[in-house]
C-alpha cells in the first residue's frame, strides 16, 4: 500500500543531491527540491521574495491538503500573510577567508625562518573558505555596471582624414633632423588635430554640460554641498598626498648615475635643446625630460634630484585619479576610491615614482587609455576612444615598457568581441580599434622618425635583454621564460627581485595586507567570470600578466627579473582587484548582518585594512627602503656638502676635486648636488701634478680604500693635511686631503 509512495519519493532528488550540485557551481542544473520541503535562508531575500516564498509556501500546503478536502482556493492575498522573520547568519566563512589570507601572507613577509609552504597552505584554505561562501551565496560578487547603450554610426570626415595624413607625412620628412623644431611640431599637431576632427563625433550633452557650467558661474549665490562622502573623498586625498610627498626631499636620499643621465637631460631643454630621443643611458623616451622641465619652469625649481622626485610624484598622483575613475567605471565609485588608497599608500608604485627612473610614466597614461577604452565601449562613444588613442600615443613617447600595451588593447578588444556584451557592437568596437591606433600612430610619429633613422639606438635596450645582443642566453630561452614568468607571478607575495634602486630587495611587492586582498581579489573575479562570462573580469585577469612581460622578457638578464619598474603598469589591475576584493566583503557584511550592526562592523573592518596597509606601507618606505637605498649607495650629497663648505670660505669650486677610483661616487652627481648640474669635479692620480700650477688653496676627496691616490697626492704636496671625513651612514667614510695656499708653483 505504501509501495507506490516509496517509488515517488525515491526519484525526487534528496537534500545530498542538491548540496552536490550547488558545490558544482559551474555546471548549469535544474536540479532543486520543493519549497515545502527546503529551508531557505531567509536573510538573502529581498521584502518581494519573502512575500513570493510565503505565497508558495501556502499554495504547496493547500494543494496537499485538496486530497482530503473537498476543495481549496488557491489564490491567497499577500496581504493576508504574517510577514516571516528574518534570520541574520553572522558570514564567518567570509571572515574566516580573510583571516586566513593576511595570515598567509603574514608568514611569507622575510624572516630567518621564512617558508613558503605554511603560507600556501592557509592560502588554500582560504581559497576553499571564499569559494564556499560564494557557493552559500555568504559573499555576493555580482556588481557589474550593466547599462546597454546602442552603438555609435561608423561614419567619418573624408576631408580631414586626407589633410591629417597630408600634415603627417610632412611632419614625418621635417622629424628627421632629431630634434623638436616649430616648423615640424606645428604640422604634427595639426595633422593630430585633423586627424581628431575626422572622427569626433559632436555630442549634445557636451554642449549642456558647458551650458550648465556657465549658468552655474553666472548665479550670483553659490551653495556649496559638504556630504559624508565628500568628507571621505577629501580623507583619502589628505593620505594620499602625505604617502607620495612626505620626505620626497630625503627619501629615497642619494642620486645614482642613471638618475643623473635624466638631470643631464633637463638640463639639455632648459639650455634650449629639444631632442626627440635621449641618448644617454641606454637611451631615453622625451616625455619625462620635457614634463620635468616644465615643471621647472612654472614653479622656479632648481635642476636637482629633488625636482626630478617631484615630477615624478606628480605624474603619480594624476595616476592615481584614473585608477579611481576606473574602478567606477568597472563596479561603483567605492571600488574606485579604495583602488586609489590602497595604490596611493602602497610601497610598490611609491617607491619606483620617488627613484624618478622613468616608471611613474607607464602607469600615467595606461591608467587613462583604460578608463576611456573601457567607457568607450560600454556607452558606445567614439570620443572616448580618440582619448585613449593620444594616451597610448603618450605613452609610447614616455616608456618604452610601454610597448607591450597596444598588444593589451588588441586583447581588450578581441575579449569584448567574444563576448555576449559585445552583442550588435562588434563593429562599433573594432572601428574603435581602428581609431585609437592611428591616433597613436600620429602621436608617436616623431619617435618611429627617429627609430627608423637610428634603430639600434633605440632598439638595442629591448634587444639586448631578449636576445643575444650583449651576452648569450644563460640557457634555455623557454626555459628561461617560464621560470621567469612563475617568479613575476609571485613577486605579490614572496620576492620582488634584486634592486635595491626601485624596492626592498628580496621582499614581495605588496604588504601583508594588500597581498592577502589580491589573493582573494583574484579568487573573486575567476568565480564571477565562471558565474556571469563578464568580458571584463577576464580582461582584468589577463591582463596582469601581459603588464608582467616587459620584466619577464629579460632573457639574456634573468637576475633582473623580476622588476617593479619594468611591471609599473601592472598596479592599474591590481589595485583594482584589491579595491573589488574590499568592497565585495564589506557588502557581504552589510547584507548579511542587521542593517546598523552590518554597516558598523563594516566601517571598522575597512578602516582597519586601511590603517593596518598604512602602517605597514610607511615602514617599508620611510624606514626599510630608504635605510636599504642608503646603505647601498654613495653619499654624493655629504661631499657635495664639503665641497660647497669649502666654496663658500676659503676655496672656490675650481680648486676642488674628488679622486677617481673604480666603483665609487659618480662625480657628475656631486656637481649637480652643489648646483652645478653639467659640471665634473673627478681628475684621475695621473693628473695631480698638473694642479700644482694653481697657488691658492686646493682640496681633494679621496676614496677611504685609494693607496695610490693618497701617495700621488703626499708626494706633490708634501705639506698637505689628510683627515678622515665621518659620515652619517656606516661604511661610508672618505678622506680629505687639504693643501694651503702656500704650495704650488708660482705663475
Not at 411 to 417: F, G
Request: with cysteine.
Amino acid at each position: 500500500m505504501n509501495q507506490p509512495e516509496e517509488r515517488k519519493s525515491s526519484q525526487e532528488p534528496s537534500v545530498l543531491d542538491y548540496f552536490i550540485s550547488k558545490i558544482k557551481f559551474w555546471e548549469k542544473s535544474a536540479l532543486s527540491l520543493a519549497e515545502s520541503e527546503l529551508e531557505i535562508d531567509d536573510s538573502s531575500l529581498t521584502t518581494a521574495d519573502l512575500k513570493t516564498k510565503s505565497v508558495k509556501v501556502v499554495k504547496n500546503k493547500a494543494l496537499s491538503e485538496k486530497k482530503t478536502k473537498t476543495a481549496v482556493t488557491e489564490e491567497v492575498a499577500v496581504s493576508d500573510l504574517a510577514t516571516p522573520t528574518i534570520h541574520y547568519l553572522i558570514p564567518w566563512l567570509s571572515v574566516v577567508a580573510l583571516i586566513l589570507a593576511v595570515i598567509a601572507q603574514i608568514l611569507l613577509e622575510p624572516s630567518p625562518s621564512r617558508s613558503a609552504i605554511p603560507g600556501l597552505v592557509l592560502y588554500l584554505l582560504a581559497g576553499g573558505a571564499l569559494i564556499y561562501a560564494n557557493i552559500c551565496r555568504e559573499w555576493v560578487v555580482d556588481n557589474h555596471r550593466s547599462e546597454v547603450l546602442p552603438g555609435f554610426n561608423l561614419t567619418l570626415r573624408i576631408d580631414f582624414l586626407f589633410m591629417a595624413l597630408i600634415m603627417a607625412v610632412m611632419a614625418f620628412v621635417l622629424f628627421g633632423n632629431g630634434h623638436f623644431t616649430f616648423l615640424n611640431t606645428v604640422f604634427w599637431l595639426f595633422a593630430l588635430i585633423m586627424v581628431f576632427l575626422t572622427f569626433r563625433n559632436r555630442e549634445a550633452a557636451s554642449s549642456q554640460r558647458v551650458n550648465r557650467i556657465w549658468e552655474a558661474l553666472k548665479c550670483p549665490h553659490w551653495r556649496i554641498e559638504f556630504s559624508r562622502w565628500t568628507l571621505i573623498v577629501f580623507v583619502a586625498i589628505g593620505l594620499v598626498l602625505f604617502f607620495r610627498f612626505n620626505q620626497l626631499d630625503t627619501v629615497p636620499p642619494e642620486m645614482i648615475s642613471d638618475q643623473a643621465e635624466r638631470l643631464f637631460g633637463v638640463n639639455d631643454v632648459a639650455q634650449g635643446e629639444y631632442p626627440i630621443f635621449f641618448a644617454g643611458s641606454f637611451g631615453s623616451e622625451a616625455f619625462q625630460f620635457y614634463w620635468t622641465g616644465a615643471l621647472i619652469k612654472l614653479f622656479d625649481l632648481d635642476i636637482s634630484f629633488h625636482s626630478l622626485k617631484f615630477a615624478s610624484a606628480l605624474a603619480g598622483l594624476i595616476t592615481l585619479i584614473y585608477i579611481y575613475l576606473l574602478g567606477k567605471e568597472i563596479a561603483n565609485k567605492w571600488v574606485g576610491l579604495l583602488a586609489m588608497v590602497f595604490c596611493g599608500v602602497a610601497y610598490w608604485p611609491n617607491v619606483f615614482t620617488r627613484a624618478a627612473m622613468g616608471a611613474a610614466f607607464f602607469p600615467l597614461f595606461l591608467a587613462p587609455l583604460l578608463y576611456y577604452l573601457l567607457k568607450g565601449l560600454r556607452i558606445s562613444n567614439r570620443n572616448y576612444f580618440l582619448y585613449s588613442g593620444l594616451a597610448l600615443g603618450l605613452g609610447l613617447l614616455s616608456h618604452r615598457a610601454f610597448l607591450i600595451v597596444p598588444v593589451l588593447l588588441i586583447i581588450a578588444v578581441v575579449l569584448y568581441c567574444l563576448h555576449k556584451q559585445s552583442d550588435g557592437k562588434r563593429a562599433q568596437a573594432l572601428f574603435g580599434l581602428v581609431i585609437i591606433l592611428l591616433i597613436a600612430l600620429i602621436v608617436f610619429l616623431p619617435l618611429l622618425r627617429t627609430i627608423l633613422a637610428e634603430p639600434r639606438v633605440y632598439l638595442y635596450r629591448i634587444f639586448s635583454r631578449v636576445s643575444d645582443w650583449e651576452r648569450p642566453l644563460p640557457g634555455s630561452g623557454w626555459s628561461i621564460f617560464l621560470k621567469n614568468l612563475w617568479s613575476a607571478f609571485v613577486m605579490f607575495f614572496w620576492s620582488d627581485g634584486n634592486s635595491w634602486v626601485d624596492s626592498i630587495i628580496q621582499r614581495p611587492a605588496l604588504d601583508s595586507i594588500s597581498g592577502s586582498l589580491y589573493f582573494i581579489g583574484l579568487l573573486v573575479l575567476i568565480v564571477r567570470y565562471i558565474r556571469k562570462r563578464h568580458w571584463l573580469d577576464m580582461f582584468l585577469i589577463v591582463s596582469i600578466p601581459v603588464l608582467l612581460l616587459p620584466s619577464v622578457l629579460s632573457l639574456a638578464f634573468p637576475e633582473e627579473n623580476p622588476s617593479l619598474s619594468r611591471t609599473a603598469g601592472a598596479i592599474i589591475p591590481i589595485f583594482l582587484v584589491i579595491g573589488l576584493a574590499v568592497d565585495t566583503f564589506i557588502s557581504a557584511l552589510i547584507t548579511k548582518l542587521p542593517q546598523k550592526l552590518g554597516k558598523a562592523i563594516a566601517w571598522i573592518i575597512g578602516l582597519s585594512l586601511v590603517i593596518l596597509s598604512g602602517v605597514n606601507n610607511y615602514d617599508l618606505v620611510f624606514d626599510q627602503y630608504k635605510n636599504s637605498y642608503q646603505s647601498a649607495s654613495w653619499n654624493a650629497s655629504e661631499m657635495a656638502q664639503v665641497i660647497k663648505e669649502f666654496n663658500d670660505t676659503i676655496g672656490s669650486y675650481d680648486s676642488a676635486w674628488i679622486v677617481g677610483y673604480p666603483h665609487w661616487v659618480d662625480t657628475r652627481l656631486v656637481a649637480i648636488e652643489v648646483g652645478r648640474a653639467g659640471y665634473d669635479f673627478a681628475i684621475w692620480p695621473e693628473q695631480i701634478e698638473q694642479t700644482a700650477l694653481m697657488t691658492h688653496t686646493k682640496m681633494f676627496l679621496i676614496n677611504i680604500d685609494d693607496e695610490s691616490g693618497k701617495q700621488a697626492l703626499e708626494e706633490i704636496y708634501p705639506d698637505g693635511v689628510l683627515w678622515e671625513y665621518d659620515s652619517d651612514v656606516e661604511n661610508k667614510n672618505f678622506m680629505i686631503f687639504f693643501v694651503p695656499p702656500s704650495q704650488g708653483v708660482e705663475q
